[in-house]
């Protein structure tokens, strides 16, 4: 069978750095910046902050927990990537 390895011909964005800016309780105390932004939705547990360390290569940049309900600010954080 010929296999074409996708991932090693395209170009990937890469996260090259991330950092934790702060968390916040209402919409009008975050942030307004000019960045795009990525926001991570959906239920409770369903693991948005393990996918977020990853992308990010990062243990404990969003907090991860067994137990649902823990998250209940707005947290911000800031990353660059490789311009892909
Ligand atoms: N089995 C399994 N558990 C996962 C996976 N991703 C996250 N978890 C676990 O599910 C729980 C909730 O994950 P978390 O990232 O905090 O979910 P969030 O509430 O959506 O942010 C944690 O105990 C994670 O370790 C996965 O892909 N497989
Ligand atoms: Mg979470």
Redesign the pocket.
């Known amino acids: 069978m010929n296999s074409y390895n996708i991932s090693k011909s395209v170009p990937k964005m890469e996260i090259t750095s991330s950092e934790y800016i702060a968390s916040y309780v209402r919409e009008d105390q975050c942030p307004q910046g000019d960045m795009p932004e990525i926001a ?1 939705i ?12 990853m992308l990010c290569d990062k243990k404990d940049l ?5 137990q ?1 309900g ?2 209940q600010k707005l947290n911000f954080s800031s990353s660059m990537s490789n311009g892909i």
């Not at 959906?42 to 360390?53: A, F, P, T």
């Not at 969003?62 to 067994?66: I, M, N, V, Y």
């Open positions: 991570f959906g239920r409770s547990n369903v693991g948005k902050s393990s996918l977020i360390n969003a907090k991860t927990s067994k649902p823990k998250t």
